[in-house]
C-alpha cells in the first residue's frame, strides 16, 4: 500500500506513503483515489487532509515511471487531480517539507492548501525539458498571480512556502512548531461546513496590461533559452491562464506538454538525469556496502590540480593537509587558494566568516609523518611513473592502515601505482577535471585490486564534494581522455585538409559544445597533449597525428598561459584572435606534406569530431573500461562541455541511429588517414540488430 488512510474524529487522513519522497506512481495514485472515495462514502466523515509520510508532501511523478506506460495507466495524475477538485467534501493538502511537480499540481487541486514554513514549493519540470502538464501552469497562476507563477514554471526553482505570504497559495502557514497533521485536521474541522466549496480553478487571473508583460517575458526568456524549447513552452501555456477559459487552457497545456515529450531537448535531459543516477551504481558494489569514514585528507602536490582539490575537500568541510617537497612550492599552493576564495569573497559569494572557516581547514607540511593519520590522500604530483613510484612507496610505509590512497593521474596505469605498495586494495584512482574547484565530474579509476568498500566510499566522497562520480576501468586515458584523443586527432586532421582552427571550433560550438578543440587546447595548454605525443611516438609509432599541433608547440605558442596558441590573445583578456602566423603555418604545412587544400562544410567538421568519439567509446563500451553507455555520456556532459541537449555522444548516435554513423565512417574510411575509421565491433552489432547503445 502506498497511501494510508485513517479517521481523525469526522476528518478523514491520506497519508501518501512512497519513499523516498512519496512520488506519485500508479499504486500511489490508485491509494489515494481509493482513499477520497472512501471518505466520499463515509458519512462520519465531513472533510479530507491529505498529506505525505516522511521527508516530503510529495517530490512529483515517480520518476521510475517515467518512459513507461504506468504513468498514463488510470488512476493517472489528471483523474487523481479531478477526483479532489470534484469532491463534495472539502480537501485540504497538508504540506510539509518537499511540495513539487506534481504534488504542487495535487496540492492546487485542493480546495485548500495549509503548510509548514520552509517548506520547498516548485513546478521544475523545465528542468527537464517539460512544462507542468497537469494543470499547473493553469492553477499556479490563479493563485499566486502572472508574474511569480511564471517565474516559478520557467526557472523551476523552489520557492520556501513562507515566501507565498500575500497570495492564494496558503489558506494558513502554521507556526514552526505546530504539529501539522494536528493543525490541518483543526483546520479542516473548522471549513468541513463551508460552502460553496472554493476551488482554484474557479478563480481568474487578474493583471492589468497582461499582454505587455507576456511580451516583456516572451523576449527574455527566448534570449535566455538558448536551444531548448521549454521555457518559451512554459510562457505560452502561462500566458493561456489569462487569455483562456480553464478548460481550454488545460486541453492546451495537455497538447504543449504532449509536444515537448517528444523533443529530443526533453529526451536528452531525461537522460542525463537517469544516467546521473545510474552512475553511481555498480553491480558488483551493492548499495549497502560499507564505507570508510573520511574525516581527514592530505593531497601530494600544492600544484594546479593539487589546490583545487583541497579546495574541493575544504568546501565540503573537511580539514587538508597540503605535502610539498619545497617550502616555496608550497607556500605558492596554499597563496593561490587563498587567493581564490578571495576572489570569491570579492564577488560577494563568500562570507567572511566562511572564508576564515575554510581556509582555517587547510594547513601545509613537507614531513610525511604529519599526514599519516589522514583518511584519505589524494596524489597530484607530476605525471611521471619514476615521481607517482617515490610517492606511493612513502605512503605505504606511513599511512594508517584502513586509509584510502588516491592517484589523480589522467593517463598512467593505476595496477602499476598499487603495485608500488603493499596495499593495492587501498588505491584507487581519482581523476579530476581542471578546474578541480569547478569541474563537476570525477572519474573513479577501479584498479584491479581496487577493495569494494574504497570504491563505494569513494563514489560517496565524490557527492560529498559534489561532484558527479563516474567509474572507469584501467587504461590510458580512462574513459574521457581516451576518447578525446580521438577527436584531437581528427581536428589536427582537419587543419590539414583544408580547416583554420576557427572554422573547426565555430562548427562544433554551434552544434553546442562549450568550446571548440582549438580554444580548449589554448586553455589547457598545448604543451600537455605535445608531451603525451612525444611518449606516443615511441611507444606506439604506428598511430598516426597531424603535425600541426607539435609545430605551434615548437612556436612555443603553448595556450593562453605563454600568451599565444592556436590564437592570439592581449594581456588580461581571455578572447582568442585569429592568428596570422599559425594560419600560415598550417597552410605551408599541407603544401610540405603535398595535401590539397580543400572545402570543408560543417557538417563533415561536426560529424568526424562527434563519431570519433563515439567510435572510440563503443570500443571503450565494449573493453568493459565504462560500465553503461549512459557513464560515457555523463563523462562528456559534466566534464567536457557536450551539448546537454543532446544527452551525450552516445545518446546522440542512438538519436541519429548507429547504421547512419556507421554509413558517414565508412565515407570517411575512404579519406587520409582511413585507418582511424576502423569501426568498434559493437557499434557494428548494434547497429546490424536495430539497436542502439542506450537501448
Ligand atoms: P603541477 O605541475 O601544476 O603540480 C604538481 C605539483 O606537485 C608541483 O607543485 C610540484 O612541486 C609537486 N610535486 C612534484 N613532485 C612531488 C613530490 N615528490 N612530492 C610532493 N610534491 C611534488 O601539475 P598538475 O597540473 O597539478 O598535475 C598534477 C597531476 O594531476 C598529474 O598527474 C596530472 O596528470 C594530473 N591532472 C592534471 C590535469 C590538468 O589539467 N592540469 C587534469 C587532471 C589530472
Known amino acids: 500500500m502506498s497511501a494510508e488512510y485513517l479517521v481523525n474524529g469526522s476528518v478523514a487522513v491520506i497519508t501518501l506513503n512512497n519513499p523516498p519522497v512519496n512520488g506519485l506512481g500508479l499504486e500511489t495514485r490508485t491509494a489515494a483515489v481509493a482513499g477520497i472515495r472512501r471518505a466520499l462514502a463515509d458519512d462520519a466523515v465531513k472533510a479530507i487532509v491529505i498529506t505525505g509520510a516522511g521527508k516530503a508532501f510529495s517530490g512529483g511523478a515517480d520518476i521510475k515511471e517515467f518512459n513507461s506506460p504506468k504513468a498514463l495507466t488510470e488512476p493517472t495524475l489528471h483523474t487523481l487531480i479531478q477526483v479532489a477538485e470534484s469532491s463534495t467534501k472539502p480537501v485540504v493538502a497538508a504540506i510539509h517539507t518537499v511540495c513539487m511537480g506534481g504534488g504542487l499540481e495535487l496540492a492546487l487541486g485542493c480546495n485548500y492548501r495549509v503548510a509548514m514554513p520552509g517548506a520547498q514549493i516548485a513546478l521544475p519540470e523545465v528542468k527537464l525539458g517539460l512544462l507542468p502538464g497537469a494543470g499547473g501552469t493553469q492553477r499556479l497562476p490563479r493563485v499566486v498571480g502572472l508574474e511569480m507563477a511564471l517565474n516559478m514554471i520557467v526557472s523551476g526553482t523552489p520557492v520556501p512556502s513562507e515566501k507565498f505570504a500575500g497570495t492564494a497559495l496558503f489558506d494558513e502557514v502554521f507556526a514552526s512548531d505546530a504539529k501539522l497533521i494536528d493543525s490541518a485536521v483543526a483546520f479542516a474541522n473548522k471549513v468541513a461546513d463551508v460552502r460553496p466549496l472554493p476551488r482554484v480553478r474557479d478563480r481568474k487571473v487578474?493583471?492589468?496590461?497582461?499582454?505587455?508583460?507576456?511580451?516583456?517575458?516572451?523576449?527574455?526568456?527566448?534570449?535566455?533559452?538558448?536551444?531548448?524549447?521549454?521555457?518559451?513552452?512554459?510562457?505560452?501555456?502561462?500566458?493561456?491562464?489569462?487569455?483562456?477559459?480553464?478548460?481550454?487552457?488545460?486541453?492546451?497545456?495537455?497538447?504543449?506538454?504532449?509536444?515537448?515529450?517528444?523533443?529530443?531537448?526533453?529526451?536528452?535531459?531525461?537522460?542525463?538525469?537517469?544516467?546521473?543516477?545510474?552512475?553511481?551504481?555498480?553491480?558488483?558494489?551493492?548499495?549497502?556496502?560499507?564505507?570508510?569514514?573520511?574525516?581527514?585528507?592530505?593531497?601530494?602536490?600544492?600544484?594546479?590540480?593539487?589546490?583545487?582539490?583541497?579546495?574541493?575537500?575544504?568546501?565540503?568541510?573537511?580539514?587538508?593537509?597540503?605535502?610539498?617537497?619545497?617550502?616555496?612550492?608550497?607556500?605558492?599552493?596554499?597563496?593561490?587558494?587563498?587567493?581564490?576564495?578571495?576572489?570569491?569573497?570579492?564577488?560577494?559569494?563568500?562570507?567572511?566568516?566562511?572564508?576564515?572557516?575554510?581556509?582555517?581547514?587547510?594547513?601545509?607540511?613537507?614531513?610525511?609523518?604529519?599526514?599519516?593519520?589522514?583518511?584519505?590522500?589524494?596524489?597530484?604530483?607530476?605525471?611521471?611513473?619514476?615521481?607517482?613510484?617515490?610517492?606511493?612507496?612513502?605512503?605505504?610505509s606511513v599511512m594508517k592502515p584502513g586509509a584510502i590512497l588516491a592517484s589523480n593521474t589522467s593517463t598512467l596505469d593505476v595496477n602499476k601505482i598499487a603495485g608500488f605498495t603493499s596495499r593495492p586494495q587501498d588505491v584507487v584512482g581519482t581523476h579530476f577535471f581542471s578546474p578541480a574547484n569547478v569541474m563537476k565530474l570525477l572519474e573513479i579509476v577501479r584498479g584491479a585490486k581496487t577493495g569494494k568498500d574504497v570504491l563505494a566510499t569513494t563514489l560517496a566522497l565524490s557527492k560529498k564534494l559534489r561532484k558527479t562520480g563516474v567509474v572507469s576501468g584501467v587504461c590510458d586515458g580512462f574513459i574521457g581522455n581516451r576518447m578525446i584523443e580521438q577527436y584531437s586527432r581528427q581536428a589536427g586532421f582537419l587543419l590539414e585538409e583544408g580547416c583554420l582552427p576557427e572554422q573547426v571550433d565555430k562548427a562544433v560550438e554551434k552544434f553546442g559544445f562549450a568550446m571548440g578543440p582549438f580554444r580548449m587546447g589554448d586553455l589547457a595548454g598545448n604543451d600537455i597533449g605535445w608531451y603525451i605525443r612525444k611518449r606516443r611516438y615511441v611507444e606506439s609509432p604506428e598511430i598516426t597525428y597531424s603535425k600541426t599541433a607539435d609545430l605551434l608547440c615548437e612556436m612555443g605558442r603553448y595556450g593562453q598561459k605563454t600568451g599565444a596558441g592556436w590564437y592570439d590573445y592581449k594581456a588580461g583578456d581571455r578572447k582568442a584572435y585569429a592568428s596570422q602566423d599559425v594560419n600560415d603555418m598550417i597552410v605551408k604545412h599541407s603544401a610540405d606534406?603535398?595535401?590539397?587544400?580543400?572545402?570543408?562544410?560543417?557538417?563533415?567538421?561536426?560529424?568526424?569530431?562527434?563519431?570519433?568519439?563515439?567510435?572510440?567509446?563503443?570500443?571503450?563500451?565494449?573493453?568493459?573500461?565504462?560500465?553503461?553507455?549512459?557513464?560515457?555520456?555523463?563523462?562528456?556532459?559534466?566534464?567536457?562541455?557536450?551539448?546537454?541537449?543532446?544527452?551525450?555522444?552516445?545518446?546522440?548516435?542512438?538519436?541519429?541511429?548507429?547504421?547512419?554513423?556507421?554509413?558517414?565512417?565508412?565515407k570517411y574510411a575512404k579519406g587520409r588517414h582511413g585507418n582511424a575509421w576502423a569501426p568498434a565491433p559493437l557499434m557494428v552489432r548494434l547497429a546490424a540488430e536495430g539497436k542502439g547503445f542506450n537501448s
Open 206 to 396: 487578474n493583471y492589468p496590461n497582461h499582454e505587455a508583460f507576456l511580451q516583456f517575458s516572451r523576449n527574455t526568456v527566448k534570449a535566455m533559452s538558448g536551444a531548448f524549447p521549454a521555457p518559451m513552452e512554459c510562457v505560452e501555456t502561462v500566458a493561456a491562464s489569462v487569455t483562456k477559459k480553464f478548460e481550454d487552457g488545460i486541453k492546451f497545456e495537455r497538447e504543449r506538454f504532449l509536444h515537448l515529450i517528444q523533443t529530443p531537448e526533453s529526451k536528452s535531459l531525461r537522460h542525463a538525469f537517469f544516467a546521473e543516477r545510474l552512475a553511481s551504481k555498480i553491480p558488483d558494489v551493492p548499495a549497502d556496502t560499507p564505507t570508510r569514514d573520511i574525516k581527514q585528507a592530505a593531497i601530494i602536490g600544492a600544484g594546479t590540480m593539487g589546490g583545487g582539490i583541497a579546495m574541493n575537500f575544504v568546501n565540503a568541510g573537511i580539514p587538508v593537509i597540503l605535502l610539498e617537497t619545497k617550502q616555496e612550492a608550497l607556500d605558492k599552493g596554499i597563496a593561490t587558494i587563498r587567493k581564490n576564495y578571495e576572489n570569491t569573497m570579492k564577488k560577494g559569494k563568500l562570507t567572511q566568516e566562511k572564508f576564515e572557516q575554510r581556509v582555517g581547514l587547510i594547513s601545509g607540511t613537507l614531513n610525511y609523518a604529519d599526514i599519516a593519520q589522514a583518511d584519505i590522500v589524494v596524489e597530484a604530483v607530476f605525471e611521471d611513473m619514476g615521481v607517482k613510484e617515490s610517492v606511493f612507496k612513502q605512503l605505504d
Open 593 to 666: 606534406i603535398g595535401v590539397e587544400r580543400r572545402k570543408i562544410s560543417d557538417e563533415e567538421i561536426v560529424e568526424r569530431l562527434v563519431y570519433s568519439l563515439v567510435n572510440e567509446g563503443a570500443r571503450i563500451l565494449e573493453e568493459g573500461i565504462a560500465m553503461r553507455a549512459s557513464d560515457i555520456d555523463m563523462v562528456y556532459l559534466t566534464g567536457y562541455g557536450f551539448p546537454v541537449f543532446r544527452g551525450g555522444p552516445m545518446f546522440y548516435a542512438d538519436t541519429v541511429g548507429l547504421a547512419n554513423v556507421l554509413m558517414a565512417m565508412e
